[in-house]
Structures are given as C-alpha cells and as structure tokens.
C-alpha cells in the first residue's frame, strides 16, 4: 500500500498561487435558441384575408352579371357612340359602387380590424413562447435575463399595426374594384362576350387573392420581426447575429448579412434602407440572440 503523499507548507502555498494566476474559463453557454415563426397566425391571417377576397368576388358577381346583357346592348344601341359608351360608363360604376357598398356593411372598419387584431395576438402569443424558452435555456447557468416586452409597449405598437392593416386591406379593395372596372369596360366596347367577361372578373379577384396572401405573409414577417425587437431587448439582448433561411429564394443582399452581429441600436444598410431582420418587403431572415455577454 502507498504511502499517502505528502506537500510541505511551500508547495501547498505554490499550487495556490498557480490557481490564483490562471485565467478562469467562461462558461460554455448553449446554442442561443432559434425564435420560432408564427406560421399559425400567418395561415390564418392568410385564410381570412382569401375569405374578404371570396366575399368581394361573389357580390360584384351578383351586382354585374345579371346586368351584363343590358350594358352590352347599351353599346350596341343606335344612340350616338359618345353618349352609348357614357350612360354604360355611368351604369357600370353605379353597379361597381353598389359592389362596394355591400362589402363595407359585410366586412365594416370594426371587422377588419378585428381579424388583423386576431393575426396580431397569434404573433405575440409565439413571441412570449420565445421568451420563455430563452429565459428557460440559461437558468442552467445561472443566467437571469430580463423579464421581456412589456405589455403595455406591445400592446401600443400592436395598435398601431392593426389599424395599418385596416387600411392596406381596404385600399386592397379599392384598387382591385378600380381596375375591375376598367376591364369590365374595356371587354365590353371590344364585344366580348359574357362568359369572356366573367372570365374577367375571375382573373382581377384571383389578382386580388394573390395580393392578400402577399399582404399577409409580409405583415406577419414584419410583426414577427419587431416584437422580436422588442422581445430581445426585454430580456437583456442587445444584439443578434443574422440569420437567413439559406434558399434560392433569399435575396443576395440578405445572404451577405448571414451570421454578422449587429446591435438593435444600429440596424445594417441593406438595399439602401435602414432594417433588421423582417423588416424588409418579404423577408424571411430572423434575429438570433448573441448571449455570449452573459458568459463573463
């Protein structure tokens, strides 16, 4: 059996001193959490934007088409062409307005903004699950982050998008039953039939099912993108590295940004515009949180 070994005064005092002059390691801390996207809420906003759409085509439908034979034999009327082509011009918007109407009292201002109110609840539903598992992540470490977007600054910036919402919805509307008319009109001084016109009505609206899904996919992004914002720097996060999602589909200019560090105080140039991550027009790339400050 050895014998148990044995350290004098001087070389306990000298493993002291050694202990003492070694640089202490930063903790390891775990790979900063990638922010879930509110796909939920981008879905459903989606679906009830192509629901107001759906609601736009069937009441211009039955506001036009059974008036359809009457305005073409209006152009083909003996009256004066200038006079013809006035009264179906008059007749047609007077039914295009009449369109417009029932819409308003089918899907009111209070509607609308009820169904963005909706989109934006889902939105900060999923940023709160990200500050929670964040928070989560480094209590491990003995890491105590801040305790997030406040409420009441989340609840002021999401009015303010919802009634931003409103209006591009319903300056949707006004611009698809404006070149509608247009169409119709045209159609008609060039003989077309009805069928040929209703053909018409469908391709403006499936135009205009395309733009809301547009809308809908760029508001959610951008919402996203902000509470992220706000989110991160709730909770102690003052800067994030960017993330894109790495497809032929990403913008060259956003792939350039992939995994620098920025401050939230100091959003990068890109495109000639001032932005972080989902701010720009469809933008898919996200803030990852630089967390490495906490390891000191």
């Not at 013809?84 to 201002?109: H, K, P, S, Y």
Request: proline share 4%.
């Amino acid at each position: 059996m050895k014998a148990a070994r044995r350290f004098d005064a001087d070389t306990i005092a000298q493993i002291r001193e050694r202990k003492l002059k070694t640089p202490k390691r930063s903790r390891r801390l775990p790979r900063p959490l990638k922010p879930a996207f509110p796909h939920g809420a981008q879905r459903q906003y989606q679906r009830e934007l192509s629901g107001f759409v759906a609601e736009a085509k069937a009441i211009t439908k039955r506001a036009i088409l059974p008036n359809l034979p009457s305005l073409i034999s209006e152009i083909n009327s003996k009256v004066p062409s200038r006079v013809r082509q006035d009264d179906m011009i008059d007749d047609l918007a007077a039914l295009i307005a009449e369109a417009r109407a029932r819409l308003g009292v089918l899907f009111t201002d209070s509607m609308i903004s009820a169904i963005a109110s909706r989109m934006g609840a889902a939105v900060e539903s999923v940023m709160r699950g990200n500050e929670s598992r964040q928070r989560d992540s480094l209590i491990p470490f003995n890491i105590r982050l801040g305790s997030g977007a406040l409420t009441s600054e989340v609840r002021d910036y999401l009015r303010l998008r919802v009634s931003e919402n409103v209006q591009l919805i319903k300056t949707l509307a006004d611009r698809h039953f404006g070149k509608l008319q247009t169409e119709i009109m045209q159609a008609i001084t060039q003989g077309k039939r009805v069928e040929d016109i209703e053909s018409v009505i469908d391709d403006q609206f499936a135009s205009m099912d395309s733009n809301a899904e547009l809308i809908a996919r760029d508001q959610v992004g951008k919402i996203n993108g902000q509470l992220t914002e706000i989110s991160q720097v709730g909770l102690g996060i003052t800067h994030y590295r960017w993330r894109g999602v790495g497809d032929e589909r990403e913008r060259s200019s956003h792939r350039d940004l992939e995994g620098e560090i920025y401050s939230w105080n100091s959003p990068p140039i890109v495109d000639g515009e001032a932005v972080h991550p989902g701010e720009a027009i469809q933008c898919r790339c996200y803030a990852e949180p630089v967390i490495d400050d906490f390891a000191e």
